[in-house]
Every structure is written in structure tokens, then in C-alpha cells.
């Protein structure tokens, strides 16, 4: 008989990655997940869907009940093309919309509306029902999967912060000023961590990361070995 002794069992945890904007969380939790050949579920690419949703059809973000009722037509996917996680909106490739300064702009006002906090929530914890899941977010430790076994709280200071950012926005061709992105980030980050409904704060048992002066290498082999320690396989 062949019988698999436990540690030789496969054993999927739920990771938590949460944190203030552009700390590197989507960096760090999709490369956990490739490590550990989980699934990667971005929750601010579903906040930015629907925000995009909104400002192209002139859904008056300040009317929260106008933002509940476009909820109903909406369908958002994620997909994996060429090896990279996609968002589809109504089956729309929306994944460089998403990112651009208009959506980065107001995402923060519609993630504040608790209709729509309550649905995505309500599809993130369908997608990690099975666990083997790496989520980033701003609630993920503390609403979507209070009891995810790893729970990570990233930071990093402003001025890191704005360069990752600016770098990334220059690479995909948009222009911006520094001092445009880091009144954007502190912005988001107030909204954020202020609002009525599940705000962004620390899990007290999140294990918190401050990566101003971790490259990502060193960053990715810290969680991978907490990952272990937390039973992950
Ligand atoms: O992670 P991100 O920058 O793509 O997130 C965009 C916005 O969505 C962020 O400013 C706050 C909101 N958000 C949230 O409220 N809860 C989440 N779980 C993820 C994102």
C-alpha cells in the first residue's frame, strides 16, 4: 500500500496581503502565488472595474445608490493571458484602463460605497472557497478571509512609494509629475484607511512589511518561508 505520510500531503493555505497603495502588494502576491502555484486574486482590479464602469457611463460617483444599481450590470473575470493576470469587464479586455490616472482618480470614492464593498466581497470569498489563494487588498485580513492562516501588512515610505509608481506609469507611456502621483497615493490612502465600511487597517495578527529597503528577491523568499511556517504547500 502506498500511503503519503502528511508532510508529503498537499496542503493550500489562504495568504492575506493587504497595505496602503502602490506598495508593491500585486508584485509580492503574484509572485507567492507562481511559487507556490496558487491562485493570484487582484481585489483592487475589481474596485477599479467597477469604477471604470462609472465613468463611462456617466454613473454619478457621488450617488451611491446610482453605483448600486449599475452593480447589477456588471460582470467582472479575471483570465490569464500570455501569463498575465487579465481583467475582463462584461467581457471587455479592461486591464490597461483600469490603471490609468482617471480610474486611480475616483477609485477610492467607489470602494468607500458599502453595496459595492458588500458585492465584491461576497465574489472574492466565492473565488477562495478552495483555498490556494493569494488575495491583495485593503481588507482582506480583516473582512474577505479573517481567517486566512498568512496575513502580510505592507508599507513603504511616500517617496518610494511615488518613484515605483511614476516608473511604472512612464513604462506604460503615460505622463504624470511626481508630485501629481504622490498627492494621488496620500489621497487614496486617506479615503482608505477613513471610511465608514471595513477601512484599510492592520489584522492584529498580520505580520507587517516594510519594504522601502527590500528589493523584491528578498521580499519574495521572506513570505515564501512564512508561507511554509503557516503549513502552505
Ligand atoms: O490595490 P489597488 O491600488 O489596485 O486598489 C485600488 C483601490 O481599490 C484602492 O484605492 C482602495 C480600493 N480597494 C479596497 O477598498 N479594498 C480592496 N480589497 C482592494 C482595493
Known sequence: MNVLSLPEMEHKITIAVDGFASCGKSTLAKGVAQALNYVYIDTGAMYRAVTLYCIEQEVDIENAEAIEQALNALDIRFKTIAGKNTTF????NVEENI??????????????????????????????????VVLDGRDIGT?????????L??????????????????????????????QNLQHRDHIDSTRADSPLKQAEDAIVIDNSHLNQEEQLAMCLVLAKLRGAS
Open 143 to 151: 473582512v474577505v478571509f479573517p481567517d486566512a492562516e498568512l496575513k
Open 99 to 132: 490603471r490609468k490616472m482617471q480610474v486611480n482618480n475616483r477609485v477610492s470614492e467607489v470602494a468607500a460605497v458599502s453595496a459595492v464593498r458588500c458585492t465584491l466581497v461576497r465574489q472574492q470569498q466565492e473565488m477562495g472557497r478552495e483555498k490556494g
Open 153 to 182: 501588512f505592507m508599507t513603504a515610505s511616500i517617496e518610494v512609494r511615488t518613484q515605483r509608481r511614476l516608473l511604472e506609469l512612464q513604462a506604460k507611456g503615460q505622463t504624470v509629475s511626481s508630485e501629481e502621483i504622490a
Open 89 to 92: 469587464l462584461n467581457g471587455r
